[in-house]
């Protein structure tokens, strides 16, 4: 069993940065692949970032790329997303997810574990 919770939502202006952070309990976080999922009011959840067990696999979704990084901290339990050059169309309920496998998914139902989200809102 893996718990999740997020932090460091808020509201931040166009151009701005945010770190989000997603604190796991229990002692397997380094045997799960983890993602960051987004859903905005009215759409579907959709993939952001994932990342490996080492953290040497991160794919994106293409809306992202170059400017968030997701990272990884397994002493810590901690999966972070680096946010930056944020866009009004990134405001959404982040969330964090863990699959028990070593390599991270695109697709949400892949995915064991989920955090109770934090919200992001940038305005224009």
């Known amino acids: 069993q893996v718990q999740l919770v997020e932090s460091g939502g808020g509201l931040v202006q166009a151009g701005g940065s945010l770190r989000l952070s997603c604190a796991a309990s229990g002692r397997t976080f380094s045997r799960n692949a983890m993602g960051w999922f987004r859903q905005a009011p009215g759409k579907e959840r959709e993939f952001v970032a994932g990342?490996?067990?080492?953290?040497?696999?991160?794919p994106y979704a293409d809306s992202v790329k170059g400017r968030f990084t997701i990272s990884r901290d397994n002493a810590k339990n901690t999966v972070y997303l680096q946010m930056n050059t944020l866009k009004p169309e990134d405001t959404a309920v982040y969330y964090c997810a863990a699959r028990p496998a070593p390599l991270p998914s695109l697709i949400r139902n892949d995915y064991d574990y989920w955090g109770q989200g934090t919200q992001v809102t940038v305005s224009s």
């Open positions: 990342i490996s067990w080492s953290g040497d696999w991160t």
